[in-house]
Nanobody, 128 residues
Framework: QVLLVESGGGSVQSGGSLTLSCAASANNYATACMGWFRQAPGKEREGVAGIDSIGRADSPRYADSVKGRFTISKDNVKNVLLLTMNSLKPEDTAMYYC???????????????????WGQGTQVTVSS
């Protein structure tokens, strides 16, 4: 069982930055594939970024809409997954969720059906 708790959401103006955190409570976190997803009102949940189980430098994958602006990283000592978001746009407004699958993977996955565990989400609102 993996318990995931997101934090760090909030309201910012366009061009601003936020860093989301996902605290994982599990002995097998260090071997978990993890990802960030978001869901805006009336829209389907979409993958934002994914990272492999140990944080290999070449493992992160990003949605085209966030490439160059968002960075996913993992601290396996503190059991924390981060999403650093820069140059935020109004279209980034959504509920953000972290997800985990306690298995090794060599690159990040952004298919929501790949993941077994989900957090409750943290709201990000970007105003123009």
């Amino acid at each position: 069982q993996v318990l995931l708790v997101e934090s760090g959401g909030g309201s910012v103006q366009s061009g601003g930055s936020l860093t989301l955190s996902c605290a994982a409570s599990a002995n097998n976190y260090a071997t978990a594939c993890m990802g960030w997803f978001r869901q805006a009102p009336g829209k389907e949940r979409e993958g934002v970024a994914g990272i492999d189980s140990i944080g290999r430098a070449d493992s992160p994958r990003y949605a085209d809409s966030v490439k160059g602006r968002f960075t996913i990283s993992k601290d396996n000592v503190k059991n924390v997954l981060l999403l650093t978001m820069n140059s935020l746009k109004p279209e980034d407004t959504a509920m953000y969720y972290c997800a985990a699958r306690p298995t090794d993977c060599t690159y990040g996955r952004m298919n929501m059906y790949f993941y077994d565990y989900w957090g409750q989400g943290t709201q990000v609102t970007v105003s123009s």
